[in-house]
């Protein structure tokens, strides 16, 4: 399971699960233009990387034991 967090929320979601699923749980609306991954316009980043919300899929767990307690940033 992977913690994700946004705005001091945070929330723990399977790895491979669809990001707009994971980010929509957290309250967090990105917006959709082509929503085939194309345009960019979804993109967000999750502990750092830059991932399409609309064809992204949830990272794995982080290794360290302090991103794993305090969780992936969400922006």
Known sequence: MTKLSYNGKA???R???PLKN???????????SCKKGD????????GGTRIKACVGKVPPAPRLKSLQEKGLELR
């Open 11 to 13: 929330v723990e979601v």
């Open 15 to 17: 790895e491979g699960t």
């Open 22 to 32: 994971a980010v929509s749980k957290l309250g967090y609306k990105p917006k959709y």
């Open 39 to 46: 345009c960019g316009s979804c993109t967000v980043s999750v």
